[in-house]
């Protein structure tokens, strides 16, 4: 027979915190993942959708509409500009959204959420000059975000120098 295991000590803190951020990148990867299938309408196993949504707490039924934010900072800037946007969608509670590198943001906010969000990301906006554009897609389904997603690009195109938000 085997002797049994010692006792499981808890990690010192140090380990912790590492295990702790690189479960949180694997999150923010898989948010990543969800929120890009859905706005270029690529496949997404379904019962693993269905859970993901779950466990964030996104009704898979109601209005979300995409908003695109694209950045035009330079690299120093552009670093206190994401902090700042993110800050934003948490504040927001704006919990589907991802950074595409090297310049994009695609957010999923629910529709009801829409009007504050668009507030708020116009004063980050006011805050960094000519850094950020907003442009705003359809309401949509989440499972047809994708449309929502064209359409803001669409109104991205659109803009006029000078404009900050474009809606389709």
């Not at 946007?85 to 999923?108: G, K, M, N, S």
């Not at 994708?146 to 803009?159: D, G, K, N, V």
């Amino acid at each position: 027979p085997r002797p049994p295991l010692p006792p499981r000590k808890t990690p010192p803190p140090i380990l912790r915190k590492t295990e702790l951020e690189r479960q949180s990148g694997s999150e923010r990867a898989q948010m990543d993942h969800i929120v890009r299938a859905l706005a270029l309408g690529e496949h997404i196993n379904y019962d693993y959708y269905c859970e993901f949504m779950a466990a964030h707490g996104v009704a898979l039924s109601g209005g979300h509409t995409v908003v695109l934010l694209r950045t035009h900072a330079h690299e120093e800037n552009l670093t206190a500009l994401k902090s700042d946007v993110t800050q934003t969608l948490r504040r927001e509670r704006v919990t589907l959204f991802a950074f595409v590198y090297p310049h994009e943001f695609i957010l999923l906010p629910e529709t009801e959420q829409l009007k504050s969000l668009l507030r708020a990301l116009e004063t980050v906006s006011a805050a960094h000059p000519g850094a950020l554009r907003i442009a705003v897609g359809t309401p949509e389904a989440l499972s047809r975000q994708s449309r929502s997603y064209e359409a803001a690009r669409i109104a991205l195109r659109a803009m006029q120098p000078g404009q900050t938000l474009a809606r389709f």
